[in-house]
């Protein structure tokens, strides 16, 4: 097997040009590496000025997607030799406008995530002196697998609706939302919903299912987004039928 | 979009790439979605024949025949079959994605995404019999 | 604070977006008190104990008591802490704790605390976010910290942020060694600002292995793992931890013995595994196996799932069928800015809570699950000092725009203008690594300190003449890496200078030239200040003793 690979790494420099263009670097290809370790070969010991979000290396932290040969991924988990002979491509995640280098700007996902109100709304709170609230382990798991986000961004780079309609609140945000309608501590589905039913919330899905796919969580956005356009056309209908009791 | 700023000092100037008209052609899963979208033309299409064969035996003995007749033409033929082709893929598909929307919780536990979808191959299928049996039964 | 304080502004700035920052990746658990068998005055004493005598006994009174209601409060705020079968809280064994009182979610703790904080702390319009802002320089003026000089990554302006109050969350430093758990930012960044600012760094020489780390990538294998029941084995599949004082070996887990023993107890237990030639030789040095083949896939998958998962994408290795390769890597940082009880630093204006700080309740050694409470407890009680503070003080003197100005020249001149540097910011950072691991690991000695001190000298010159190849303000990351590079021979600097000044071995402090603990004369911390002339001071503080006078460490009982 071949112990070298390249590596084709997109560049941008906003200060120097007005497009990206790709640089080729040589790394080498050891089995335990990932794209990342090519990433920091190439930054340690080849060309300083590439600029590329990491941390934790370890798939919780989210930071390091990016696009490795038209894929998202993170690529602290994507191993090189995956992509061996090579070359690999490596670009920016999709959908995203490019600050620099494999670096996007992500302050849009940050506002959907904080529109959606992600906390625990309580007409009245308890008191901390009664202790926690009950919630058996059949309650947790109901809501358990959509708080694992590690809000990677992943997905809204796979979604095709995301890439032509970015006013679209998108997978993680709506799988958010779902994560606190359906904890049984949690009594604001309601005033999320009013947030979600606009066309730019869950209707803008057409239940692609590429969100799913590349989630390295299994978060399963895409059922999230489905099970919610339900339960809100349920909502609505119940409301349409029965007035009296909409609160 | 009219010319790009040029870059000033401390004002980041991002990147906006464009999305081709042709996005869904580079990936295979895009691919499979584009082609489950457009399946639904060919399920209009079936649902739009078999009115008017409806049509057809509701006008009388003659009407059917030459209804027929028409349906035999090689290039109707053709259409079918490229039509069924997509209405067995929207099916496919939709049962396969199902257990995705369905989540049901019986006596605490989810009911496995395998099982949904089984249930719904399953009354297709059960369904198609007795479709035939009826049509296929009156006929004689 | 932005409940109880309406009126006053906060500004939460971080070089990289606040769920990125390291909290995330915590696994085992956080401990606190809540079950009936248990009581405050045990989690007191197995803290203090396990800390070798260092902790300062009324703060961890404080800690302990505080504890649950602050892993309550996060509760209430929606964190998905496991649940027994009644709904109730579900508590589990850590190492070095006598009872079980580790409150876990599933085994992603610190991810679900941090996103937990952070989703909930959205709600508030008074908490205003600087994210991707590097902070480079703490603005004193008149004794008093006003503010900050911080860069903003996106678009490379350098400016002050002026506050009445400035609290550090900075975290540890374990990138100071090659192998470590922790991320790409944990450079010791708020440690170095405060040292430069004249704020003394507390108990330096602590620094904590983890037992259980892959090797190469250094990622943790918590702890769980082992309270769960896995084990330790050596070249001949022999548990060796029975050797060394730490109990004999049951089938199933014994809470402070044998596995679950302390941290720094364990890791020891390694290095005198490797000189006695019983380790397995791995690709990337000595390593020993942990075994978890034992306890069935449904209980692996139950309990430990992300164990599993880390296992087979990052060593291709399923610990249902295989055995894991495991070595001691750095983890946590006990020492750090000095505070007191309420995250003051002796510096006005200055707080510091989290790894940054060291109050003390970790001592000399921390045990497992302490940590997340203590984020809790003491961000909490740093967080309502500052803000009373803040309330009393009036708003920061214009000066220091000037000693902004001059900051930004620094930067400027000194890093983004240079062009005659020589030599790759990576190859310091791999030297100091090196000599980190070497003459600061986890067995020390004088000689070995004075060699690494003289060769951080060394590295400390070479660092003046560190290449910048990258001369862009957009998104810079060779300048923050060697800002960071800066803040972390700073840190090696007093990391050294506090191990040579401790004559004894305690806890994680082990030297090979003084064997024995040393409570006469230094049961004391080590408090190391930063001269005028760059060069460093140590003096001593004694240890508040209440209730628990000095005993043998025991385990394995």
């Keep these: ?247 | ?140 | 604070m932005a409940e109880t304080n309406p009126h006053l502004r906060i500004a939460v700035i971080s070089k990289v977006y606040p769920m990125r920052s390291h909290t995330v990746s915590a696994e085992g658990g956080a401990a606190g008190v809540i079950a009936a068998d248990d009581s405050l005055d045990e989690h007191a004493y197995d803290t203090i104990s396990g800390g070798d005598w260092l902790c300062d006994q009324d703060a961890v009174e404080e800690f302990v008591r505080e504890a649950p209601q602050e892993l309550l409060r996060l509760e209430h705020w929606g964190c998905p802490w496991s649940r027994t079968s009644e709904g109730k809280i579900a508590v589990r064994s850590f190492g070095g704790m006598k009872r079980k009182r580790t409150w876990f979610a599933a085994d992603k703790t610190g991810f679900h605390m941090l996103h937990t904080l952070f989703q909930t702390s959205l709600k508030y319009t008074s908490v205003v976010r600087y994210d991707e802002w590097f902070v480079t320089k703490l603005l004193v003026d008149d004794g008093r910290v006003q503010g900050v000089v911080a860069l903003e990554l996106m678009s490379g302006k350098i400016q002050p942020i002026l506050a009445k109050a400035i609290i550090l969350c900075t975290g540890g430093c374990g990138r100071l060694f090659p192998f470590t758990t922790n991320a790409s930012i944990k450079n010791g960044d708020g440690m170095a600002l405060a040292y430069a600012a004249g704020a003394p760094l507390k108990d330096m020489e602590f620094v904590q292995y983890h037992p259980t780390g892959l090797p190469f990538t250094g990622i943790l294998i918590t702890e769980a793992a082992r309270s769960e029941g896995g084990w330790l084995l050596n070249k001949d599949g022999y548990r060796y931890l029975q050797d060394y004082n730490l109990g004999t070996p049951e089938p199933k887990p014994v809470l402070r013995s044998m596995e679950m023993g302390p941290r720094d107890r364990l890791s020891q237990a390694f290095v005198k595994e490797v000189e006695k030639g019983r380790t397995i030789d791995g690709p990337y040095g000595p390593v020993v196996h942990l075994d978890l083949r034992h306890l069935g896939r449904k209980v692996i998958d139950a309990k430990i799932p992300f164990v599993r998962e880390l296992c087979q994408k990052y060593q291709n290795i399923d610990p249902v069928k295989e055995l894991i390769p495991v070595r001691p890597v750095i983890h946590y940082m006990m020492g750090g800015v000095h505070t007191d009880i309420d995250g003051a630093t002796p510096l006005a204006g200055l707080y510091a809570a989290g790894e940054v700080a060291c109050v003390s309740i970790n001592g000399a050694n921390r045990l497992g699950s302490n940590s997340l409470p203590e984020l809790l407890v003491f961000g909490a009680r740093a967080g309502h000092a500052a803000a009373e503070y803040a309330s009393t003080q009036t708003d920061p003197s214009s000066g220091l725009l000037a000693q902004a100005e001059d900051e930004k020249r620094r930067l400027e001149h000194d890093f983004l203008h240079k062009t005659d540097g020589t030599e790759r910011p990576a190859t310091i950072r791999e030297e100091m690594q090196e000599t980190m691991e070497e003459g600061a690991g986890i067995y020390r000695s004088g000689e070995g300190l004075t060699r690494a001190a003289d060769r951080l000298r060394e590295l400390q010159e070479r660092f003046r003449k560190v290449a910048v190849q990258d001369s862009s303000r957009t998104f810079n990351t060779e300048l923050t890496t060697v800002l960071e590079l800066s803040s972390m021979l700073d840190v090696a600097e007093s990391m050294i200078q506090s191990a040579l000044w401790r004559e004894e071995s305690r806890g994680a402090h082990q030297r090979t030239d003084f064997t024995g603990r040393d409570d006469e004369r230094f049961l004391a911390h080590s408090l190391i200040y930063r001269n005028s002339d760059g060069s460093s001071r140590v003096e001593s503080l004694p240890v508040t003793i209440t209730r628990w006078p000095p005993g043998e460490r025991v385990y394995g009982s």
């Design chain 1, 1 to 247: 097997m071949n112990d070298r690979i390249t590596m084709r790494v997109a560049r941008y420099r906003p200060e120097e040009e007005d497009e990206p263009t790709f640089e080729e670097y040589e790394v080498p290809c050891h089995k335990e590496w990932v794209v990342l370790d090519g990433l920091n070969y190439i930054k340690d010991q080849l060309d300083g000025t590439l600029s590329y979000r990491w941390s934790c290396r370890m798939g919780i932290c989210g930071s390091c997607g990016m696009t490795v040969n038209g894929e998202p991924k993170l690529t602290c988990e994507t191993f090189l030799t995956d992509y061996a002979p090579g070359p690999v491509l490596l670009e920016p995640m999709q959908n995203f406008p490019v600050i620099r280098d494999l670096i996007i700007e992500m302050t849009d996902f940050m506002q959907k995530l904080t529109a959606i109100k992600p906390w625990i709304v309580r007409d009245e709170e308890r008191p901390l002196a009664e202790g926690e609230y009950r919630q058996t382990p059949d309650e947790l798991s109901r809501y358990q697998q959509y708080s694992m986000c590690i809000n990677c961004m992943l997905c809204y780079a796979a979604c095709p609706v995301y890439a032509l309609d970015p006013k679209f609140i998108g997978p993680a945000a709506i799988a958010l939302a779902q994560r606190y309608n359906l904890d049984s501590r949690d009594e604001g589905s309601g005033e999320r919903l009013d947030l979600l039913s606009l066309h730019e919330g869950i209707w803008d899905c057409t239940f692609v299912g590429e969100c799913t796919e590349v989630c390295p969580k299994d978060v399963d956005p895409a059922g999230a987004i489905q099970r919610y356009k339900l339960d809100a056309a349920l909502t609505s209908l119940k409301s349409f039928l029965l007035p009296w009791g909409a609160g």
């Design chain 2, 1 to 140: 979009m009219s010319e790009r700023p040029t870059y000033t000092p401390f004002h980041p100037r991002w990147y906006r790439p464009r999305v081709s008209t042709w996005w869904w052609l580079k990936r295979p899963s895009s691919r499979a979605f584009i082609l489950r979208e457009v399946s639904s033309i060919f399920v209009a299409w079936f649902v739009v024949f078999f009115l008017l064969l409806v049509a057809a035996v509701g006008r009388g003995e003659v009407a059917y025949q030459e209804f027929m007749a028409w349906a035999a033409n090689p290039s109707i033929v053709l259409v079918n079959v490229v039509s069924l082709f997509f209405v067995v893929f929207h099916a496919v598909t939709w049962f396969n994605l199902a257990p995705q929307a369905m989540v049901v919780h019986m006596r605490g536990k989810r009911v496995p995404g395998k099982l949904i979808a089984a249930s719904n191959y399953g009354l297709w299928v059960v369904t198609s019999l007795l479709v035939a049996w009826i049509i296929l039964a009156g006929s004689r």
